[in-house]
């Protein structure tokens, strides 16, 4: 079983320096500005949530406060707002007729920091719409089963999803049975074993039939598979990936 973790240094350091310097009074937005300066980077913005109105997506976040949040595609079209004093920021746009892929960017006056994760909208909407990031699970935004994402690489397969609560998802594949404790938002991720084909997958009391990875072909593509969607995308250095994201019950 493998689960994302993020280590941070220097907080205790930068805490004091906060001190001494009689700063303003030291709150976690006032820590992450000093982080960001004291490393010299912009973090890139973070796209948590969206919500259908009427015709339109609303997506919501976090970035640096007071920073432009742009979602840039790559045939030109952008959909951009402004984050606030707490660095929460609301992205207003049509939906799309079709599939969409976008890449979230915080701007900073003249430093930019795009994102290394792929927003998709499939099928304007009424498909996924998820949050792809190499070296990592696949993120649903929209409201999905409790096995939201398939992603593999031809050598290994990353199972991930949410459940309703933090008590423990029994994932089962491969032969094998775990059970994989969710975080506080009640995410988790597990790593299955490889598969040559076809199998099924069982988690929090559901079955998928997973189809397989994308045959090859162009690249990015989205493409029904089985009771789902797959992807066919390229990650960092060129290297191919496959994502599946089964269908709401």
Do not use: H, N
Not at 46 to 68: D, K, N
Not at 167 to 179: C, D, F, L, Y
């Amino acid at each position: 079983m493998k689960r994302a973790m993020l280590v941070k240094t220097g907080g205790a350091a930068l805490l004091a320096a906060l001190a001494a310097a009689c700063a303003p009074p030291v709150t976690p937005e006032r820590v992450a500005e000093v982080e960001s300066a004291a490393a010299g980077w912009t973090r890139p913005p973070e796209i948590q949530a969206v919500q259908r109105a009427q015709s339109s997506l609303v997506f919501t976040g976090e970035a640096e406060p007071g920073a432009r949040v742009v979602l840039r595609s790559d045939l030109g079209a952008a959909y951009a707002a402004a984050a606030d004093g707490r660095g929460r920021f609301e992205i207003r746009m049509t939906a799309p007729a079709g599939d969409l892929w976008l890449r979230p960017e915080t701007q900073v006056g003249q430093d930019a920091a795009p994102s290394p994760d792929r927003l998709l909208i499939v099928a304007g909407g009424r498909g996924p719409i998820a949050i792809l990031r190499t070296g990592g699970s696949t993120r649903r935004l929209d409201r999905a089963p409790t096995l939201g994402a398939v992603d593999s690489d031809g050598r290994m397969r990353l199972a991930s999803g949410r459940a309703s609560g933090t008590a423990p998802v029994v994932v089962q594949a491969a032969g094998e049975s775990v059970r994989v404790t969710p975080d506080a938002q009640g995410r988790w991720s597990l790593m299955l074993r490889p598969s040559d084909g076809p199998d099924e997958i069982q988690a929090g009391g559901g079955r998928f039939a997973w189809p397989g990875e994308a045959p090859s072909g162009p690249s990015p593509r989205v493409e029904r598979a089985g009771q789902g969607w797959r992807i066919a995308w390229t990650g960092a250095g060129g290297a191919p990936q496959s994502t599946w994201l089964p269908d709401v019950a």
